[in-house]
């Protein structure tokens, strides 16, 4: 199985700040990683798919990066609706397989 | 807009079969555009993939639960349904049911992304 590991585990940010996430792979996956957004009790929801693309309804200040084993997620400047958990995904090859989750909470 | 939605048992014995059900609405669910996947989440595994399911009948499971799943599929109720046999405290969870988008109608199910998620349903196995 290919093991994802995201960093930082959590992450004290304000609003208006500028955050990144980033997540590794275990081998090349090209650009087949996927990133979500999971809000405490609600299923995850879909921000980026293949390594850069935005899911249609989800705000520009969200972008990603990355291809090959090493991948980044950006938001632009933090609104308070974004603090949450984030996973990264691949689906290079299955299982696929999630990474451990990134909160991100107000500092 | 594309809905699923999850449905079934909250509780399950030990040793038992867990059967959960995925209504889909708001999408063709016979194109070849999409897989229907189960996912899990707990808080001893994080996000663990369960399986996929395409309208054609064709299967994609996790090896680590493949000798104790089965994925099937109704067309003609909008449907598609997990079986999980042999069920321990391990596989108390929330199980989510979600479409995954191919980006060429017919291929496999690599290169997918999960959305939407249905709401999740909290599954405990205990006696």
């Known amino acids: 199985d290919i093991q994802m590991t995201q960093s930082p585990s959590s992450l004290s940010s304000s609003v208006g700040d500028r955050v990144t996430v980033t997540c590794r792979a275990s081998q090349r996956i090209g650009i087949y990683l996927n990133w979500y957004q999971q809000s405490p009790g609600k299923a995850p929801k879909l921000l980026i798919y293949s390594a850069s693309n935005l899911q249609s309804g989800v705000p520009s200040r969200f972008s990603g990066s990355g291809s090959g084993t090493?991948?980044?997620?950006?938001?632009?400047?933090?609104?308070?609706?974004?603090?949450?958990?984030?996973?990264?995904?691949?689906?290079y090859s299955t299982p696929f397989t999630f990474g451990q989750g990134t909160r991100l909470d107000n500092k | 807009q594309p809905?699923?939605?999850?449905?079934?048992?909250?509780?399950?014995?030990?040793?038992?079969?867990?059967?959960?059900?995925?209504?889909?609405?708001?999408?063709?669910?016979?194109?070849?555009?999409?897989?229907?996947?189960?996912?899990?989440?707990?808080?001893?595994?994080g996000l663990e993939w369960i399986g996929s399911v395409h309208y054609s009948g064709t299967t994609y499971y996790n090896p680590s639960l493949e000798s104790r799943v089965i994925i099937s599929i109704d067309t003609s109720k909008n449907q598609f349904s997990l079986k999980l046999s042999s069920v321990a405290a391990a596989d108390t969870a929330v199980y989510y049911c979600a479409r995954a988008t191919i980006p060429a109608a017919g291929g496999p199910v690599m290169y997918s992304w999960f959305a939407p998620w249905g709401q999740g349903t909290l599954v405990t196995v205990s006696s």
């Open chain 2, 3 to 45: 809905q699923v939605q999850e449905s079934g048992p909250g509780l399950v014995k030990p040793s038992e079969t867990l059967s959960l059900t995925c209504s889909v609405s708001g999408v063709s669910f016979t194109s070849g555009n999409y897989y229907w996947d189960w996912i899990r989440q707990s808080p001893g595994k």
């Open chain 1, 70 to 91: 090493d991948f980044t997620l950006t938001i632009s400047s933090l609104q308070p609706e974004d603090f949450a958990t984030y996973y990264c995904q691949q689906s």
